[in-house]
C-alpha cells in the first residue's frame, strides 16, 4: 500500500507560547508508550481503493498529541492497530525533525564596493533622464 504522511500542525496559541526546539527534543526523548499518553486518538473509515475491507471498518487512525498540537494520520493498513503504531512512528519523527535547534542567524550589510556600484548605476540613472528632459524646462 501506498504510505500516506500527512502531518497537520493546528495550535491554539491563545494561552500558551509556541513550543520551541527544546520542547521537541524532549518529546523525542520519550519512548512511544510515553508520547501515546499525551496523545487524542480519534479512529475513521479510511478513503480510496480497497473497497469492502475500507468501507465496513474504522481502520484509520488520526493522532493529535495534545502539548503540541501536531495532529497525524494514518489509513496505510487495514489493522487499526498498525495504523496507531504508524502514527506513532509519525509523531516520533515529525518530534526529531522540529527539534533541530535553529540556524544561528548573522547579520550582513553590503561591501564598499556594492554600495559604490550601486551608487553609481543611481547617478547614472539620474544623467540619462536628465538628458531626456526638455531643454530649457528648468525650474
Not at 500500500?1 to 491554539?12: I, N, P, T
Request: proline share 6%; aromatic share 6%.
Amino acid at each position: 500500500m501506498k504510505a500516506v504522511l500527512q502531518v497537520v500542525s493546528q495550535v491554539d496559541y491563545m494561552d500558551e507560547e509556541k513550543p520551541t526546539y527544546k520542547a521537541f527534543a524532549a518529546w523525542a526523548a520519550q519512548s512511544l508508550e510515553e508520547v501515546a499518553r499525551d496523545c487524542e486518538v480519534q479512529v475513521f473509515r479510511a478513503t480510496g481503493p480497497g473497497g469492502q475491507g475500507v468501507n465496513t471498518t474504522d481502520s484509520a487512525v488520526r493522532m493529535r498529541h495534545v502539548p503540541s498540537g501536531i495532529a497525524v494520520t494514518s489509513r496505510e493498513s487495514r489493522s487499526q492497530f498498525q495504523n496507531r503504531a504508524c502514527c506513532l512512528r509519525k509523531l516520533h519523527a515529525e518530534f526529531e525533525r522540529r527539534s533541530r535547534p535553529p540556524k544561528k542567524r548573522r547579520p550582513t550589510k553590503p561591501t564598499k564596493a556594492a554600495r559604490a556600484r550601486r551608487l553609481a548605476d543611481k547617478h547614472h540613472r539620474a544623467q540619462a533622464k536628465e538628458r531626456r528632459r526638455r531643454p530649457g524646462a528648468d525650474d
